[in-house]
């Protein structure tokens, strides 16, 4: 069974950078076919894509946030990253790490976020 | 970006209801639409993928269907435990967008 796991720092100042990590255990970043992505929901609202890595540490990023956003990949910790530059009281949220599955079985392919880790809540304050 | 726009917003109904809840895009993403269930504190769990494969897991009375614009997610006999939020999320392009959410409450 995947389990994904986030931490990090539940509190961080104004324009500091905001750093999670995400484990994941009962499977390997490295096997390939699943991207590993940061999803983000502010209080009492819905969610936001924040961007995605896949193993080879090819990236895509959600334009809004492109310019501060840094996810990278550490395959011998089987844990990817996210980085969030120059923050402000509108990062506050709930990050959640999730994994992207493929499914191609029926000709195209399919993705879907099938496993989810509990989500961390991180506050900007000072 | 491909918007995703779920309707109702919020829904009472009762256990044993027959519940449907639509979202719409606003172009056409074939059916690549996925569905998820949302409880307080807690995170989405995956429902429904490709507009209408169940998630291993998850009880037959949810049910997908829709393709192009227009999906729908039905409950067959809500349970206790269906009262929660849903989302759909569209995977046509590689940013990712969710609905707003749908809440569904206890009559």
């Known amino acids: 069974q995947v389990q994904l796991q986030e931490s990090g720092p539940g509190l961080v100042k104004p324009s500091q950078t905001l750093s999670l990590t995400c484990t994941v255990s009962g499977g390997s970043i490295s096997s390939g076919g699943y991207y590993w992505s940061w999803i983000r929901q502010h209080p009492g609202k819905g969610l936001e894509w924040i961007g995605y890595i896949y193993y080879s540490g090819s990236t895509y990023y959600n334009p809004s946030l492109k310019s501060r956003v840094t996810i990278s990949v550490d395959t011998s910790k089987n844990q990817f990253s996210l980085k969030l530059s120059s923050v402000t009281a509108a990062d506050t949220a709930v990050y959640y790490c999730?994994?992207?599955?493929?499914?191609?079985?029926?000709?195209?392919?399919?993705?879907?976020?099938?496993?989810w880790g509990q989500g961390t809540l991180v506050t900007v304050s000072s | 970006d491909i918007q995703m726009t779920q309707s109702p917003s919020s829904l009472s109904a009762s256990v044993g209801d027959r519940v449907t809840i639509t979202c719409r895009a606003s172009q056409s993403i074939s059916s690549y639409l996925n569905w998820y269930q949302q409880k307080p504190g807690k995170a989405p769990k995956l429902l429904i993928y490709a507009a209408s494969s169940l998630q291993s897991g998850v009880p037959s009375r949810f049910s997908g269907s829709g393709s192009g614009t227009d999906f729908t997610l039905t409950i067959s006999s809500l349970q206790p435990e269906d009262f929660a939020t849903y989302y759909c999320q569209q995977s046509y392009s590689t940013l990712h967008t969710f609905g707003q959410g749908t809440k569904l409450e206890i009559k």
């Open positions: 999730a994994r992207d599955s493929q499914d191609c079985s029926g000709g195209s392919c399919y993705s879907s976020f099938d496993y």
